[in-house]
Each structure stands twice: as structure tokens, then as C-alpha cells.
């Protein structure tokens, strides 16, 4: 007798096939095909911003196809980091993410839904900059170890620091100079840079907290002084600065904010490690050095994990948003 395949046994076996299909490299041998969403959680001008426009330039030019920067702005970029966890995993819909949303976020806001770990395909760092601890000019201050005299003899709450935000990359480098120097200055956030520069140069403001991309205009501009940058060593985009480490007392301050390119979760491995590869090779060139350090930002090193990199800066600022005491909302 012959036998007959039952239906609903052949649609599986179909559907096993696509799967494989799909699977296989072959499946994603054209990718890509057409133009790639490069999604951005901010507005435009800001520092994540312009590194996705410059590293947009570059992937286009590897993958062939046009590298499109969609700004999608709101809830200190989390909206645009939820729009591209949700996105069809194909590789079309990419994040140029920051520590904000990939890392800060989720500690501090308890309306964020998306696992940055689990959502995510991570595919690379891109850059990082350091962060700059300025002095208004009123202050008299000029150096890291006089800022450090000055608060030591201070009582807690007479001197303030600004930053952009509550729960910001700026406000927890404020929060781990005050750790690590054994000093109590008070957080003072504002909505955005612009209005905490101008209460820095007026003197109603007498520190801030400021992205170096951001901060260096101010100082090369005689309005503010540059008291040292948070990462260990000197920026090679500014090395006139000294880093804060340098300064007794303020040895362990390291930190800084960082971009990197991801997928949704689930990114076929074929589409993944073109783009890895893409990223590799941005990373090795020249032009794009050169572009990004004139933005304020340093590469990232070749073959830098991404995941790794993540889990132990999660762990440092999650240990600065304890030490703030910082709650979820």
C-alpha cells in the first residue's frame, strides 16, 4: 500500500525546510540589499548622534548600501533603543547605542521593559570620551587639587556639581568623584547642557559635569575652567588636560561614555559577522580615527568584547547608583 504523508505532518517538514533555509549562509549571502535604519535615541547634534552619522558613512561604504541615521529622540534615548528591540531581526534596524540606555537606564527607570542583554544582539564598541569636571571661573579654583582642598574643608552641601540629569552617565561620574575623593558636593541636574554652561559661566553653578566633546569649546573659549578628565589617562583629543587621576585623592576615578553598534536579539550569525567585520574594519581606519578624535571621541581597540565590555560597566555604575542611592521610578 502506498503511503500518504498526513498534511499537517508535511507543513511542519515544509516549515523545517524554510527554517534551515533560512538558517544557512546562503539565505543571507545578498545582505544587504537595501538601505539600513541607523537608529539614534537622541535628537541631532548631540555627541551619540554625530557618532552615528560618522560611523554611518563608514559602514555604507563597506556594505555597499546607504546607512540611513533615524533620529528617534525621548526618554533619554530609550524610546529609539525599544523601537529597534522590537525590530525584525534581518539586520536592517540597528542601534547606535550609549551607556545611557544600554546600561543607566533600566537601573534608574523602572518603565524601561527591554533587557539591554537579552534584547540585543551586540555587535561592537565604536568609541568612548571622557568626561570633564569643569570649574566655573568665579570659583577661584583651577586645579584638581584645589578643588579637592576646597571641599575637604567644606561643610557637606556647600558646593554643587551639574550634570544633565538624574541618573546620567554625567551625574555618576559627579557621584564617583564624591566617593573617591571622600567629598560631598551636591548634585545639581538640569535638562540638558546648554543651561547648566550658562549657570556655570555665570558663577550660580560652581562645578559641572560635562561630556568633553561638549566642554572643550567652553574651555578653549576662556569660559570655564577644565579641572581633569575622567578617564585614567589623558585624551589624545585634548592632552593639554590632565586626566583627574593624576591628582592624589582622586586615583580611582575612571570612567567614560561609550557608543556601540547593535541588532535585535536573534540576528542571524551570517548578517551578524558582516557587520562585525565592517565594524573591525572601521575601526582600523585612519580617516575615521582622524574624524572621530575631531568629535571628541577615541576608538574603540579591534576585537574589544562587547558583551564583556557591557556586564563590567554595568557593574561599575550600577555600584555608583547604590552609592547615590538613586531608586528606580
Given amino acids: 500500500m502506498k503511503s500518504v504523508l498526513h498534511p499537517l505532518r508535511g507543513a511542519l517538514a515544509a516549515l523545517c525546510a524554510t527554517a534551515a533555509l533560512a538558517a544557512s549562509p546562503s539565505a543571507h549571502a545578498d545582505y544587504p540589499d537595501r538601505a539600513i535604519s541607523l537608529v539614534v535615541g537622541y535628537p541631532a547634534g548631540g555627541s551619540v548622534d554625530l557618532t552615528a552619522r560618522l560611523f554611518g558613512e563608514e559602514l555604507a561604504k563597506r556594505l555597499g548600501q546607504s546607512v540611513v541615521v533615524e533620529n528617534v529622540g525621548g526618554a533619554g534615548g530609550t524610546i529609539g533603543a525599544q523601537r529597534v528591540a522590537r525590530a525584525a531581526p534581518d539586520g536592517y534596524t540597528l542601534l547606535l547605542g550609549s551607556t545611557n540606555e544600554m546600561v543607566i537606564a533600566r537601573m534608574i ?21 571622557p568626561m570633564l569636571l569643569a570649574a566655573s571661573k568665579n570659583s577661584g579654583v583651577k586645579t584638581a587639587a584645589e578643588y579637592l582642598q576646597k571641599l575637604r574643608g567644606a561643610a557637606p552641601g556647600s558646593f554643587n556639581y551639574g550634570s544633565s540629569g538624574v541618573g546620567t552617565a554625567l551625574h555618576l561620574a559627579g557621584e564617583m568623584i564624591n566617593q573617591s575623593t571622600g567629598t560631598r558636593a551636591e548634585h545639581v541636574p538640569y535638562r540638558g547642557v546648554a543651561p547648566l554652561v550658562t549657570d556655570l559661566m555665570s558663577g550660580q553653578l560652581d562645578y559641572g559635569m560635562l561630556v568633553l566633546s561638549s566642554g572643550l569649546p567652553q574651555v578653549r573659549g576662556d569660559k570655564v575652567v577644565a579641572l581633569g578628565v575622567t578617564e585614567k589617562t589623558r585624551s589624545p583629543v585634548a592632552p593639554d588636560l590632565p586626566a583627574l587621576a593624576e591628582t592624589p585623592g582622586f586615583e580611582s576615578v575612571d570612567i567614560s561614555v561609550w557608543f556601540a553598534l547593535y541588532g535585535p536579539a536573534g540576528l542571524p550569525e551570517p548578517v551578524a559577522a558582516k557587520l562585525r567585520t565592517a565594524l573591525a574594519e572601521t575601526l582600523k581606519s585612519e580617516q575615521f580615527r582622524a574624524k572621530m578624535q575631531e568629535a571628541g571621541g577615541v576608538l574603540a581597540q579591534p576585537g574589544l568584547d562587547p558583551v564583556a565590555y557591557q556586564a563590567a560597566e554595568t557593574a561599575k555604575y550600577g555600584a555608583l547608583v547604590k552609592a547615590a542611592k538613586i531608586e528606580a521610578q
Fill in 109 to 129: 527607570n523602572s518603565a524601561v521593559k527591554y533587557d539591554s542583554v537579552k534584547d540585543f544582539s551586540a555587535l561592537g564598541v565604536i568609541a568612548s570620551q
